[in-house]
């Protein structure tokens, strides 16, 4: 079956389109909003979707308008845009690399942010917006000496990804001993911290990660053709054309202020940047990077989660954290033994 279309432009630019991409991206896109609607909805003021919708058109009466805009509605977008960036980050971890297990997740970028919002908590007793700029900075001083250790004439994705599992293996011996050295109020705030939650956010987290969100999405999504380039490796791209060092530079930085603004916004909510772009790889069927399905699947997945988090276990609500740990640990399970009966591994 076909499903790619050339459509030209009135400029004279030939486009080709993978309807069934498009298609995914369409659904997946109807699938968040629709989660995002329901979980609205949820919490002991339950209300209905159609009030929600309502609602949020500025027809709902005053109660709800407070209890949706001013009190789920930022959680909700908090939701989606910390799990569109994680989709992002790890669809660009997972291109560079050229590996499916390279991935925020295993390089340690995570890891990373959680030392710096520890270092604040348990050192400085810093407040929530300093913890906030403590995991953004650690996830950032990470990334950085992940490429610092993995550059050798250029940075290649399997040296990459062996680099970022020592890197992760050393922060997070070194988070172990900064708990040990907290005191019983502080070690409690920071295992809250690093199970990671949507419990408790605001606008205060939604203004800063939409903003980054909306430069970077689209500066990534303007390099996306390099990048699939690269996949055909260096010596073919630079033929082609294609400044691989510099390509490669950028999206990288980009992915690590991804995954680090998330990981400050929400804690580190672990496996969505591994799993999202494996899921949207295997529903479009296309090779590449497949990043806006990859966006659009880390937020489906996240506000799901949240939900499921919410309503799946009774009285008993689990932080997000929890149920992407046990969802993505399976998957990264059945993912190496799926790679290890194809020989990659």
């Not at 919490?43 to 058109?57: C, E, Q, R, W």
């Amino acid at each position: 079956m076909k499903t790619n279309r050339a459509v030209r432009t009135p400029g004279g630019l030939s486009l080709r389109l993978d309807l069934r991409a498009v298609t995914v991206v369409v659904l997946l896109l109807v699938a968040a909003l629709a989660a995002s609607v329901v979980l609205i909805g949820t919490g002991d003021f339950p209300i209905p979707a159609s009030d929600v919708l309502k609602t949020l058109l500025g027809q709902g009466d005053p109660g709800q308008e407070f209890i949706v805009n001013e009190l789920r509605l930022p959680r909700v977008l908090v939701g989606l845009l910390v799990g569109a960036a994680l989709g992002l980050g790890g669809a660009l971890f997972q291109a560079i690399s050229r590996n499916p297990l390279g991935s925020p997740d295993v390089l340690g970028l995570g890891q990373g942010a959680t030392a710096g919002a520890l270092t604040v908590i348990v050192v400085l007793s810093g407040s929530a917006a300093q913890v906030t700029a403590g995991a953004l900075v650690g996830g950032l001083v990470t990334g950085f000496a992940i490429y610092v250790l993995a550059w050798k004439r250029g940075v290649h994705g399997y040296r990459l990804v062996l680099v970022g599992i020592g890197v992760n293996a050393i922060v997070t011996a070194i988070n172990g001993y900064l708990l040990t050295k907290a005191d019983i109020v502080d070690a409690a705030r920071a295992v809250v911290w690093m199970t990671g939650s949507l419990n408790g956010r605001g606008w205060d987290q939604v203004w800063p990660l939409l903003a980054l969100c909306a430069v970077l999405v689209p500066l990534v999504l303007a390099n996306a053709r390099g990048l699939r380039m690269m996949e055909m490796g260096d010596d073919i791209s630079n033929a082609l054309g294609v400044r691989v060092e510099r390509v490669r530079m950028l999206l990288l930085v980009a992915a690590v202020l991804l995954t680090a603004s998330a990981t400050a916004a929400a804690g580190p909510v672990s496996f969505v940047a591994l799993t999202a772009p494996q899921l949207a790889r295997r529903l479009t069927r296309s090779p590449g990077p497949n990043l806006l399905p990859s966006v659009c699947m880390g937020a489906a997945l996240l506000v799901t989660a949240d939900w499921a988090s919410q309503r799946a276990f009774g009285a008993d609500q689990l932080p997000v954290g929890v149920v992407t740990g046990v969802l993505g640990g399976a998957y990264l399970l059945w993912l190496l033994v799926t790679e290890r009966k194809k020989g990659r591994i």
